[in-house]
Each structure stands twice: as structure tokens, then as C-alpha cells.
């Protein structure tokens, strides 16, 4: 039988004297992270049992945060003004999308040891198909997995939860379990009985409007949808409807798909305040493209298509596109194509919001990853930001920066 895994990678523990602003691992005491070595800490007292939010300004959003934060109703993706209605005490931190990548790309170095079926859901996510690897390692995968996670706390600090099941439905229901550090198992025969009282909302992609609209069914948890017909779940849900009506018996049959497509990759800011002075705006453009360079970069892609959203103060969105003849990761290419999608944008600021993104998103090997062909100082920048990227994974996020990102 198939063993999948789904891996969440986290990094904050209830208490907390002493945090890493670059890589978020949380330890005792020191002036330098135990995990990267860096010197960017915050140690105080006060820190210790201290709620953490991963974000931005007021009108910002929560990238992430930890147990004591989420345990107050905290949530990603929720508005940070709302966060810290919620949990008024907390110490907000700085997103670091640089350091983000290379943890990353450690980790997935890490699973591709154990097997080559690594499909990644995020830059902390993924599942592996474990089938066949026990012959390969000596070992079974609930072993395996138990050394990936102490190897990512000995090596990198990170913390992670395990769900192992024999699909990824199943799987990525496990890991959200126990949470942090959690570690669940779903065997096919109690599979059944597992699901039976468990609420539908656990399934994934089922939102406050799916509840609702199973709660109006009679629906609240797996036993009751097992009660309704195939026929009648597809007339009452349309192809949704199908989809109940297996996963209600634990089944699902997607296989975990290593080079399963990335439609894009992005980053967006919300302005504490309205901007329109176009120095402070290239600054986050710069800034924007580094981070979405990084995240290419640590998944091996590249994108064909530059893209350039504004959103006004008066809430109208205006999305940009640009394709480039060659597909590129290099930040400078990004930020020269964004900047260029602004200045002709048509429309003047305020802005409250900012991004920037790549799409049609293909493998970098074969791009084009020394910038603009008809630059003849493209190739040139190129190498100096690899050179750059090198330093950076190195000796940490702000150890080069460009005169553009302090704006």
C-alpha cells in the first residue's frame, strides 16, 4: 500500500526568550541564532510565553503565527489589524522570504534523499510518496520520517509535523492533528472509523461558504455525508458533490506528483499608509522582485510573464503583464520589467497595495537567468546577484543590500 506523507514545517514553540529575525527559530538565550548563526535576535524577558505574529503593518496580513497566537483565533492570511484585535500583546515580526528559501531548499534536499516523489504545496509543505522506500533505506517510513524531522531540528532549527496515510487526502488531514511537532498515523483499516464524527469542514478546500451549504444539507460530519446517495451529492453539489462522496470513505486517488505545475509565483504588500511618492514605490518594487526571485530560485523556476498589481486607495485593482522573450528568476530582471509596467501604468496614486509576480512558470534549467539579452549590462548584474545570492545564504538576508531597498 502506498505511504504518503505530508510534511508542515513550523517554527515557534509556546515559549520563547529568544527569537532569529531571519531564519524564526526560537531558543534559549544567546546573541547569535543557534540554527544560521546570524546576529539578528531579539532576547528579552518579555518574549518568554509571548504570542508571535510573522507580518506586515495594520493593514498588512498574518504570513504566520505561533500556538499562543493561533490558540487566540489568529490565523494566516487573516488582516494583521484584526490579529492584533485578537492578541493585543503579541510581537510582530517581519516576514523574511530570503531566509524562507533557503530553509526551503534545505528541506527538500532532505526529502529527496528518502524518495524523488516530493510534490511541494508551499515553501513549508509538501508530500512524499513513500512506497518502496523501506527495502531501499532499511528502514520503515514512520522511521524515516521521525529522522527527517530530528534532522531538521539538529541541522536547521525547524520544527515539523507528520502525517502519514495511504493518500494525500488522509495525509494532510493527519498532520494537522497534533499540532506542533505533531506526528499522526491514518491506517486503511480504521479509516472509517476514524472519519465518522469528524467535522466536513476538516476536508481541504471545504471554506465558510462549503460548511454552510453542507450544514443546510444535514451535513456536519463525515458519518452524515456517508448517509446521502452518490447521485443525490452530485445533483445537490454538482462535481464537488463527487468528490464528497469519496472522501467521505477516505478515498482519494491523486498521486503525489513531483513536477506537478507551479501557475505562479508572487509577493504583494499593503501599505500601513496610502503611497504615492514613486521613489518610496520603487523601493517595494525592488524588494517585491527580490522576494519572488528567491522563491523562483528555491523551487528551480522561472516565468515567462512579469506582473505588476496596484491597488488604489480607493480599492480599484490594476493588474500588468509583460512577456519576456526568454523565461527569468533574476531579481533585476523582475524589478526592471515591474518598474517599467508602472511607469506605464496610466494611473497615478495613491496606492494601498503593491505586487509583483512571475507567471506562466516553467524549470529554470534551459531559461534564461542572465537578464535582458538586449541589455549589454544584464549578464553582468546577473553575476553580481549571484554572487550576491551566495553571500546572502551565507552570512544572512541583509548582508547585501542595494541603495534601492532602503527607500
Not at 486503511?188 to 465518522?196: G, I
Not at 485593482?317 to 533574476?330: F, K, N, S, V, W
Amino acid at each position: 500500500m502506498p505511504e504518503i506523507c505530508n510534511t508542515r514545517v513550523t517554527d515557534g514553540t509556546a515559549a520563547m526568550p529568544a527569537l532569529c529575525r531571519d531564519c524564526l527559530t526560537i531558543f534559549e538565550t544567546g546573541t547569535r541564532c543557534p540554527a544560521c548563526g546570524r546576529p539578528r535576535v531579539i532576547a528579552h524577558p518579555e518574549l518568554r510565553d509571548r504570542p508571535v505574529i510573522v507580518g506586515g503593518g495594520r493593514r498588512g496580513v498574518v504570513s504566520t503565527a505561533c500556538y499562543l497566537a493561533r490558540i487566540r483565533g489568529v490565523r494566516s492570511d487573516m488582516p494583521m489589524f484584526k490579529a492584533l484585535e485578537l492578541c493585543p500583546d503579541a510581537a510582530v515580526v517581519k516576514p523574511r522570504g530570503a531566509a524562507y528559501a533557503e530553509a526551503s531548499r534545505a528541506i527538500r534536499a532532505m526529502m529527496e534523499e528518502l524518495t524523488p516523489a516530493v510534490e511541494p504545496l508551499s515553501l513549508d509543505e509538501a508530500f512524499l510518496d513513500l512506497s518502496g522506500t523501506e527495502r531501499l533505506h532499511g528502514a520503515p517510513p514512520a522511521l524515516l520520517l521521525a529522522r527527517l524531522v530530528r534532522r531538521m531540528e539538529d541541522e536547521l532549527g525547524l520544527s515539523g509535523s507528520i502525517g502519514l496515510s495511504h493518500n494525500k487526502f488522509l495525509s494532510k488531514l493527519a498532520s494537522d492533528l497534533d499540532k506542533p511537532r505533531g506526528f499522526a498515523v491514518i491506517g486503511r483499516t480504521e479509516t472509517l472509523d476514524f472519519l465518522a464524527e469528524r467535522p466536513v469542514g476538516l476536508i481541504w478546500g471545504v471554506g465558510a461558504a462549503g460548511r454552510a451549504a453542507l450544514e443546510q444539507a444535514g451535513v456536519r460530519s463525515f458519518a452524515d455525508l456517508r448517509r446521502w446517495e452518490r447521485r443525490d451529492l452530485a445533483a445537490r453539489f454538482g462535481s464537488m458533490g463527487e468528490r464528497l462522496w469519496h472522501l467521505a470513505r477516505g478515498q482519494d486517488h491523486r498521486r503525489v506528483s513531483p513536477n506537478a505545475p507551479v501557475k505562479s509565483i508572487s509577493n504583494e504588500t499593503t501599505f500601513a499608509e496610502d503611497i504615492a511618492d514613486p521613489g518610496l514605490l520603487d523601493g517595494h518594487i525592488w524588494r517585491l522582485a527580490e522576494k519572488v526571485a528567491d522563491r523562483a530560485k528555491a523551487r528551480g523556476r522561472a516565468g515567462r510573464v512579469v506582473v505588476l498589481k496596484l491597488k488604489r486607495a480607493d480599492h480599484r485593482l490594476l493588474t500588468r503583464r509583460h512577456a519576456l522573450a526568454e523565461p527569468t528568476q533574476i531579481a533585476d530582471r523582475i524589478y526592471r520589467e515591474a518598474r517599467a509596467l508602472f511607469d506605464h501604468a496610466g494611473t497615478q496614486g495613491p496606492f494601498r497595495l503593491i505586487g509583483v509576480g512571475l507567471s506562466e512558470i516553467v524549470a529554470a534549467r534551459g531559461a534564461e537567468l542572465s537578464g535582458d539579452l538586449f541589455d549589454l549590462q544584464a549578464e553582468e548584474r546577473a553575476r553580481a546577484e549571484r554572487a550576491s545570492d551566495a553571500i546572502r545564504a551565507r552570512f544572512g538576508a541583509q548582508a547585501i543590500l542595494k541603495g534601492r531597498a532602503l527607500r
